[in-house]
């Protein structure tokens, strides 16, 4: 078992080699491989909202049913959460949380007639129906604490639809974690295809988060899966806006860069005309949105291969920290901050260590940067370990939080200047770990300006 594992993982990492290869070959433009689904495929797709399967993977879908490839799609959440949609479908100002829960139950149904028009029948549909707009904030501070996530619409804490296999599951980071390795462990997929970790959108960046986790956790009793991620959000993407299925669909600009790989996965027209068939079921969310979502209806669609990291123990591996900008903040504003700092990631023996350069004179006292720092280590379960995360401000003493709880920083050691805050964290803090995962977002006060996809670390002597 463990030589056909080797060689499955050492075939997969030839390929993605193969793909870079492609990928980089003209001066830094992004040239994309294309990726095939044969025979032997087992597919799980793993959507955060009811209408990113079709947005990301109608053509994937089609071409599983085409070649008789197992194929499920799994709804983290029921897209209970778009209240300018849900107000202007039902036609009301004010919605109550059993409205929300209402439209919750609609969107999955939208999403039940969307796929059988692909072809995937109901039984190959799983719906979590964990909280809309919060896994984030779960995915962040909801391990340990005594109560749940609260939805802020339908005010539920546990996931409400009786009729998901979730039903009465407590809104931790533990049940969504729990139900992905059950869900990966009982397929045993050969491709799995989830949300990018540059996405704008917190729910499609929490999921690439938990299914980080759920595929080391599973390393050990499943064979390696390749792993692909559809981006969905991205500002003033896609380019042209409209309906133009004759196009190829192209990597946001911003992400055309060596840190991902692309490939393309290239539809026919007549998978074209089925995918804009499934867009328009959702008639929920196509009021002010029909241009956008009718704008992944292109000659392909498109994924990235998102590598783990390498941090060795030494200054020559250091890693910088490239923040996004989040889609709800003004582009000058957000720009403006990116310019005046930096965040370097780097290791040692006994400590990682962060340093956030920036310059004083242009940043106001109530900016900040939030990174979360998550340990990993095969021999005790992720939620039993320590999750740090620091707030560092430019004229104010580092902020430590460990599993939620506000901590001295005393237990970390922080030297600061001029223009540098130095932060190292000590290993033991977070039990030693084997793997590293690091996010986080910039701060105005309490409005996010820009976030650092997460990303995962083998951590190496």
């Not at 669609?301 to 900008?325: D, G, H, I, T, Y």
């Amino acid at each position: 078992m463990k030589v056909k594992r080797l060689f499955v993982l050492t075939l997969y990492f030839f390929g993605v080699l193969t793909l870079l290869a492609h990928t980089f070959a003209r001066g830094g433009v992004v040239q994309t491989g294309e990726l095939t689904i044969i025979d032997s495929d087992r597919i799980v797709i793993f959507a955060p909202h009811p209408d990113d399967e079709i947005i990301g993977c109608a053509g994937i879908i089609q071409e599983c049913i085409a070649k008789k490839v197992p194929v499920w799609v799994v709804y983290i959440t029921n897209g209970d959460h778009n209240q300018l949609a849900f107000k202007a479908y039902e036609k009301k100002l004010v919605l109550s949380p059993a409205d929300y829960r209402k439209m919750g139950e609609l969107r999955r149904k939208e999403s039940i007639n969307a796929v059988s028009l692909l072809g995937i029948t109901q039984d190959k549909l799983i719906f979590l129906g964990y909280p809309d707009f919060g896994t984030l904030p779960i995915w962040e501070g909801y391990w340990n604490r005594k109560t749940p996530y609260k939805n802020f619409l339908t005010r539920a804490y546990t996931v409400p639809y009786p009729d998901n296999p979730s039903y009465g599951e407590p809104y931790v980071g533990s049940s969504i974690l729990n139900d992905m390795e059950r869900i990966l462990l009982t397929i045993q997929p050969t491709k799995v295809f989830a949300t990018h970790p540059a996405d704008t959108n917190t729910d499609h960046r929490a999921l690439f988060n938990f299914l980080q986790v759920a595929l080391m956790d599973t390393e050990k009793r499943i064979l390696a899966p390749e792993v692909y991620f559809y981006i969905v959000h991205s500002r003033r993407w896609p380019k042209p806006a409209g309906l133009f299925p004759e196009r190829a669909l192209l990597p946001p600009v911003t992400l055309q860069t060596s840190e991902y790989a692309w490939v393309r996965f290239p539809l026919t027209s007549g998978q074209v005309e089925k995918k804009i068939e499934a867009l328009n079921c959702f008639r929920s969310q196509l009021i002010g949105r029909k241009t956008w979502m009718l704008s992944f209806a292109r000659s392909n669609e498109l994924f990235s291969v998102v590598m783990p990291l390498s941090l060795k123990s030494n200054k020559a591996s250091e890693f910088m920290m490239s923040p996004r900008q989040e889609g709800e903040i003004p582009e000058g504003e957000s720009i403006r901050h990116t310019k005046v700092y930096s965040l370097n990631l780097s290791s040692n023996n006994e400590s990682f260590i962060l340093k956030v350069i920036f310059d004083r004179r242009i940043l106001e006292k109530e900016f900040g940067a939030e990174l979360y720092f998550f340990g990993w280590r095969s021999d005790v379960p992720f939620q039993s370990m320590p999750k740090i995360s620091l707030l560092a401000r430019p004229q104010n003493k580092v902020a430590v939080t460990i599993d939620g709880a506000r901590v001295s920083s005393n237990k970390i050691i922080v030297k600061e200047s001029n223009d540098e805050i130095l932060i190292r964290i000590p290993r033991t803090l977070l039990n030693n770990p084997e793997r590293l995962l690091v996010g986080g977002e910039t701060k105005l006060a309490n409005l996010t300006l820009d976030f650092f996809p997460w990303r995962v670390f083998y951590l190496e002597q």
